[in-house]
Nanobody
Framework: QVHLVESGGGSVQTGGSLRLSCVIF????????MGWFRQAPGKEREGVAV???????TYADSVKGRFTISQDNAENTLYLQMNSLKPEDTAMYYC????????????????????WGQGTQVTVSS
């Protein structure tokens, strides 16, 4: 059983930075993909960044060049470094894990991730 706990959210001004953390409790044997997703009020949950067990990363176009996903296997922790934050990045951010085989067309879809953390709020003011 895998349990995810996020932290690191907060309020920043436009252009600021935050680093989100997600501690992974339990066995990571079957978590082939780890990802960050976000959901703004009134909007659907969307994929932000995903990393596979080999370290390959995928990013949503809206965050490319600004966000970096990484994983510290020794610490069982997933990170999301967010730079040059914009008001449109304001959302609840969730860490998630998938045990499925994902493709380019599905890797950022929250539908294929079955294990979720409780979320951490990020607010960017202009």
């Amino acid at each position: 059983q895998v349990h995810l706990v996020e932290s690191g959210g907060g309020s920043v001004q436009t252009g600021g930075s935050l680093r989100l953390s997600c501690v992974i409790f339990g066995s990571t044997y079957s978590t082939d993909y780890m990802g960050w997703f976000r959901q703004a009020p009134g909007k659907e949950r969307e994929g932000v960044a995903v990393i596979d067990r080999h370290g390959a990363t995928t990013y949503a176009d809206s965050v490319k060049g600004r966000f970096t996903i990484s994983q510290d296997n020794a610490e069982n922790t997933l990170y999301l470094q967010m730079n040059s934050l914009k008001p449109e990045d304001t959302a609840m951010y969730y860490c998630a894990a998938s045990r499925l085989v994902l493709t380019v067309s599905t890797i950022l879809s929250p539908v294929y991730f079955g294990i979720w953390g409780q979320g951490t709020q990020v607010t960017v003011s202009s």
